[in-house]
Every structure is written in C-alpha cells, then in structure tokens.
T-cell receptor, first 117, second 115 residues
Framework: GAVVSQHPSWVICKSGTSVKIECRSL??????MFWYRQFPKQSLMLMAT?????????EQGVEKDKFLINHASLTLSTLTVTSAHPEDSSFYIC?????????????FGNGTRLTVT | GENVEQHPSTLSVQEGDSAVIKCTYS??????FPWYKQELGKGPQLIID?????GEKKDQRIAVTLNKTAKHFSLHITETQPEDSAVYFC??????????????FGQGTILTVHP
C-alpha cells in the first residue's frame, strides 16, 4: 500500500517553456504533499509543501512564481516549472503520507528527471 | 530549523561484511527518524524507521539505533549483499519552529558492496 506515482518520469523541454509534473497518491488520501529537488550526487532539498485546498508554502529561496503548485484534490498535486531554464534541470520528487498521519512514513514517487535545453 | 549531518559520504565493503552509517540531528524535539535507500534514477524507498520512544529497531539484516541524549542515530546493515549497493539517506522530521512536520535529509552515503 501507500503508493505515490509521478508523471512523467522524464521530460526534455526547451528553455522558456513550461513543464507540469503530476504527483498522485494511488491508494490513500493526502492533505499534504511535499516537493523536493535533487541535483546530481546531492541530497534531497525540500522546495515546498503542497496543501490541499490552500496555497502551497515555499522554502526560503524557492520562487513561488516560477514553481507553481496546485493541490486540487486529496490525491493529486502538480508542480509546474514556468519559463524553464537550463539551471532548472534536476530530479524532482514528490512525497506524501496518508491523511491524519502526520508523523507516519513519507512515501516517495519515483521522481521526474527534467532536462532543459 | 532542523539540520542533519550524515557520515560517511562513501562506504565500500566486501560482501558479507557489516556496514554502519551514522547521522546526527540538531532539533531535540524531532521524534521520527526514517532511513531511505535510493537507487539510480529512482525515488527514495523507506527501508526502516524509528521513533523517539524507542532505542533500537531491527528488521532482518537492517537495524537502526537512536540515542536521543546525544542526538544521533545509526543504520546497521549486516551480511551485506551486492544488491545493497545504493545511496542511503537518513532523515528527521523536525518538530519545532519552522521545521515542524518537514523531513530534513542527511547528505547521503554511497554504499558499494563488492562481491
């Protein structure tokens, strides 16, 4: 149980375009999902916390107008990288935990490899 | 906020040997400490976790110990196998201030098990 699915698994886009990444909890509901970014050979860095039905909260240094987050339902959060640039190329990973289990294991998706050319 | 330090950054062992990875954390209010295994091109997979009311937890070849007083926790893998080769991350969920409810990761350990 507790499967988190991300789509797409990889995407290549041209500089200046926007890319949307989906994160779905397949067999549980989640009011909160988290978006992480991971550069090669580095750890995961939290970008933002996605809250169902309300605005996302962003970590310091993360541009909210560039990384648009929408959490329209209890099973889906989307991250849109707007006006992407080569420096946005990274591995984006989402995570979620079941509703009401704040300190329960966080389950991660398999990530989305974004390459901006 | 929470700060998690992980050592070593790389660890190379022979098949059958044990591997130990250590982490320290800064937020004394943190109460949940998971360990993740990440294979190339994939998301992190939870392998074991421990809560602050427990000092040790074991699951087959994997064990985790927690010392709340010293604010450190360790991952122990016994009888290592080549398929254990991966990047391992420790993490802590902060419970105070701006860290509340957020998972903070260590820097990761690249474990290589030689056949």
């Amino acid at each position: 149980g507790a499967v988190v699915s991300q789509h797409p698994s990889w995407v290549i886009c041209k500089s200046g375009t926007s890319v949307k990444i989906e994160c779905r909890s397949l067999d549980f509901q989640a009011t909160t999902m988290f978006w992480y970014r991971q550069f090669p050979k580095q750890s995961l860095m939290l970008m933002a916390t996605s809250n169902e039905g309300s605005k996302a909260t962003y970590e310091q240094g993360v541009e909210k107008d560039k990384f648009l987050i929408n959490h329209a339902s209890l099973t889906l959060s989307t991250l849109t990288v707007t006006s992407a640039h080569p420096e946005d190329s990274s591995f984006y990973i989402c995570s979620a935990s079941p509703l009401g289990e704040r300190d329960s294991p966080l389950h991660f998706g398999n990530g989305t490899r974004l390459t901006v050319t | 906020g929470e700060n998690v330090e992980q050592h070593p950054s790389t660890l190379s062992v022979q098949e059958g040997d044990s591997a130990v990875i250590k982490c320290t954390y800064s937020d004394s209010a943190s109460n949940y400490f998971p360990w993740y295994k990440q294979e190339l091109g994939k998301g992190p997979q939870l392998i074991i976790d421990i809560r602050s009311n427990v000092g040790e937890k074991k699951d087959q070849r994997i064990a985790v110990t927690l010392n709340k007083t010293a604010k450190h926790f360790s991952l122990h893998i016994t009888e290592t196998q080549p398929e254990d080769s991966a990047v391992y991350f420790c993490a802590a969920i902060g419970a105070g201030g701006t860290s509340y409810g957020k998972l903070t990761f260590g820097q990761g350990t690249i474990l290589t098990v030689h056949p």
